[in-house]
């Protein structure tokens, strides 16, 4: 089993910066499992917006070059950090983990995630 807790999230005002934490524990090694970060409005669906595999990391468009994913190997706690925050990355912000997989397109799906963190919400004002 492994277990996802985030923290991090507040509320701030567009153009500020904030960092996101999930914090891995289980069965996992530093190498084992990929962790990706998700968001949720109410009444959709969740959104993918960045994973880390390995060393490979992908980012979906709407928050590259904002966004970055980071992950701490000694402690085992992936970050994401959140710059120029508008209000439309308002969401409540999951973390989720999954052994590697061989075909790259399927962290894009939450799907792919067995396991998963509660939440936290991240909330930008104009």
């Known amino acids: 089993q492994v277990q996802l807790v985030e923290s991090g999230g507040a509320s701030v005002q567009a153009g500020d910066s904030l960092t996101l934490s999930c914090a891995v524990s289980?069965?996992?090694?530093?190498?084992?499992?990929?962790v990706g970060w998700f968001r949720q409005t109410p009444g959709k669906e969740r959104e993918f917006i960045t994973v880390?595999?390995?060393?490979?990391?992908y980012y979906v468009d709407s928050v590259k070059g904002r966004f970055t994913i980071s992950k701490d190997n000694v402690k085992n706690i992936v970050y994401l950090q959140m710059n120029s925050l508008k209000p439309e990355d308002t969401a409540v912000y999951y973390c989720?983990?999954?052994?590697?997989?061989?075909?790259?397109?399927?962290?894009?799906?939450?799907?792919?995630?067995?396991?998963w963190g509660q939440g936290t919400q991240v909330t930008v004002s104009s």
């Open positions: 880390l595999s390995w060393n490979d990391r």
């Open positions: 289980g069965r996992t090694g530093a190498y084992d499992y990929a």
């Open positions: 989720a983990a999954t052994p590697l997989l061989s075909q790259s397109y399927k962290y894009l799906r939450d799907t792919s995630y067995p396991y």
